[in-house]
């Protein structure tokens, strides 16, 4: 079936330097995208979000790249600090659609 | 507070005892989600609510499971003769539909972790 899915289950960076989280999404009819961050025993807390008609967009150390033509979504971190320490999603919203579905998501480890 | 609030944060029960959890999502957000996730995995769809109407369910919400949400306001989800398989957390989470224009970002609570012995 189409899923939303992400490459690594762990991302491993020194502090400082820039993460980038990747994902792969295989539902064509998407045409919104979020990106949440979960720290332990927490709920998802939002990101950043892209729409469709968009190939990337930009906020506060982080950016949205998107890529339709091989369904690839990724989240760049810059400036890696401690408290990024976290498991990152993605997800997607069909055209249509009620509600979101998640990928799996990637931990991300800061090294000091 | 103004974010979306779940009670209790833990629950720890039996199998086969019934378990209710409550959700009070962002006071002016008339749409309401209950998601569930299991360790290591993303938040899983449950069903959703637009005020007080239930609009969709997953294949997830098995017979035991019920949810509501009759004035619009605060959800609760029940879990009847839990199993160990009900061991997870669930989430709940809110957002703003007025006419055509959805807000399609999803303000999640802290979830309810809850675990069947």
């Known amino acids: 079936g189409e899923s939303v899915g992400l490459h690594l289950p762990t991302l491993s960076v020194q502090e400082g330097d820039n993460s980038i989280i990747n994902c792969a999404y295989s539902?064509?009819?998407?045409?919104?995208f979020i990106w949440y961050k979960q720290e332990s025993g927490k709920g998802p807390q939002f990101i950043i979000d892209i729409r469709s008609n968009m190939d990337k967009r930009q906020g506060q150390r982080v950016t949205v790249l998107l890529n339709k033509t091989v369904k690839h979504l990724s989240l760049q971190i810059a400036a890696t600090q401690p408290g990024d320490s976290a498991v990152y999603f993605c997800?997607?919203?069909?055209?249509?659609?009620?509600?979101?579905?998640f990928g799996k998501g990637t931990h991300l480890i800061i090294q000091p | 507070d103004t974010g979306v609030s779940q009670d209790p944060r833990h629950k720890i029960t039996k199998r086969g005892q019934n378990v209710t959890f409550r959700c009070d999502p962002i006071s002016e957000h008339n749409r309401l989600y209950w998601y569930r996730q299991t360790l290591g995995q993303g938040p899983e769809f449950l069903t959703y609510?637009?005020?007080?109407?239930?609009?969709?369910k997953s294949r997830l919400l098995s017979d035991r499971f019920s949810a509501e949400r009759p004035k619009g306001s605060f959800s609760t989800l029940e879990i009847q003769r839990t199993e160990q398989g009900d061991s997870a957390m669930y989430l709940c989470?809110?957002?703003?539909?007025?006419?055509?224009?959805?807000?399609?970002?999803?303000?999640f609570g802290s979830g309810t972790q809850l675990s069947v012995l």
């Open positions: 609510f637009q005020n007080e109407a239930q609009l969709e």
């Open positions: 539902n064509s009819a998407s045409d919104y």
């Open positions: 989470a809110s957002s703003s539909q007025q006419g055509a224009i959805s807000d399609e970002k999803l303000f």
């Open positions: 997800a997607e919203n069909a055209r249509g659609a009620d509600g979101l579905t």
